[in-house]
């Protein structure tokens, strides 16, 4: 059995975590930066930088601490080296490489994006290879075919705005406070999702990309119009965004073929609304429906650490050099066609 420690700090979570590659999760700590972005209603790269550089190592001391084990006694240090917030990344990743060359423990350079990915395999045990896999959250929103650790195939992507940004903007606009997914959410519960008129880009478009910038847009327009409630705006807008991602699904399913399961995985995957629309599509399709649990769909350091279980367990394994250069952008298929007027995101 191996223990990796897992170090995340890509966007404004400082987290860290020792698991096994029998998926127990032996020990996890980590810390919003919340209160330090919410002045400004998102999250500032430099702030959030010098928060992950001030908590991590006390951080990993901790995790470490709470297991009752030193680093030694793990087999790997496997840290975020990216897409993400570069100087966030860069005191995650240097770190991991020091803590590497201090104890002679090997470093595993994680894609955040493959942590996500692989993340409902540490919920769940049951669920093999392959799966289509929506993947949301602030920063991406794709649905992949993954065949294996590192065999991905990106069939859709966003051409504007991720899932999770539009739900962050939606708040904004509302008044709601940061982060926006939850708050909207909650305030969805209270509204009428019929009541205001809002667009569902792309819908039915044979191409399986999103886009979220036209509803996005819509919602100011009805929040300025001064004719809506709140929480019917709140409603509106979470069931058009549903209404797109179960459309965009459909096609990016037909195109993936037959497999057996639907997975969810991204900070929206904590989302109650979605899970369950997802759930139900799943069934319509007898397809297994499967979804982490809401504190390892949002940023965590347990998934960054399964992703260094998975890759030590690959034939042919080899740890990643000293040297390895922090992304900014990292796709996870490399090779996918850029969405058709994509501000080119990864
Ligand atoms: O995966 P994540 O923690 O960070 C990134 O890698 O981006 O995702 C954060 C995103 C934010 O946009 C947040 O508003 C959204 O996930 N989110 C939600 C919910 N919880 C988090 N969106 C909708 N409903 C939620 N319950
Ligand atoms: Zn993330």
Redesign the pocket.
């Known amino acids: 059995m191996a223990v990796v420690l897992g170090i995340e700090s ?4 400082t987290a860290a975590a020792l698991v096994t590659s029998s998926r127990e999760i032996l020990s996890e700590r980590i810390a919003s930066q919340d209160e330090h972005h919410a002045p400004y209603g998102g999250v500032v790269p430099e702030i959030a930088a010098r928060a992950h550089a001030e908590r991590l190592a006390p951080m990993i001391e901790g995790v470490l601490a709470d297991a009752g084990l030193a680093l030694a006694d793990c087999d790997a240090i496997a840290a975020t080296a990216g897409p ?1 917030l570069i100087g966030g990344v860069m005191v995650g990743l240097v770190s991991a490489k020091a803590l590497a060359m201090a104890s002679e423990v090997p470093l595993l350079a994680i894609n ?2 493959e942590g ?1 990915a692989l993340s409902p395999r540490l919920a769940d045990p049951e669920l093999g290879f392959p799966y289509a896999l929506l993947l ?5 929103c794709q649905i992949l075919r993954v065949d294996g650790v590192g065999r991905y195939r990106r069939l859709a992507t966003t051409i504007d705005d ?7 903007k939606t ?1 904004k606009i509302l008044g709601l406070g940061f ?8 305030l969805a519960k209270e509204g009428d999702p019929a009541a205001v008129p809002l667009p569902r880009p792309l819908l039915r478009s044979p191409e399986p990309h999103f886009s979220f910038a036209g509803l996005k847009s819509a919602v100011l327009r009805a929040h300025e119009s001064g004719r809506y409630e709140p929480a019917d705006i709140a409603a509106s807008f ?1 069931q058009a965004a549903l209404d797109c991602v179960l459309d965009r699904l459909r096609v990016s399913l037909d195109a993936i073929g037959r497999v057996p399961a639907l997975v969810v ?10 899970r369950s629309a997802l759930e139900a599509l799943a069934k319509e399709r007898d397809m297994r429906f499967v979804a982490p649990p ?1 504190a390892l ?4 350091a347990a998934m960054i650490a399964w992703a260094g279980c998975e890759r030590l367990t690959l034939p042919g394994f080899a740890p990643d050099p000293l040297d390895f250069t922090a992304r900014p952008r990292w796709p996870l298929d490399p090779g996918a066609e850029p969405a058709r007027g994509a501000g080119v995101k990864a």
Not at 136 to 140: I, K, L, Q, R
Not at 162 to 168: N, P, S, T, V, Y
Not at 297 to 300: A, E, I, L, M, R
């Open positions: 890509s966007c404004d979570e993400g955040h994006l996500h949301v959250s602030g920063g991406h991720a899932l999770g940004e539009a739900f962050d708040a982060p926006g997914g939850p708050a909207v959410e909650r979470q995985a991204g900070g929206v995957a904590a989302n109650a609304s979605i809401p769909c949002t940023d965590n």
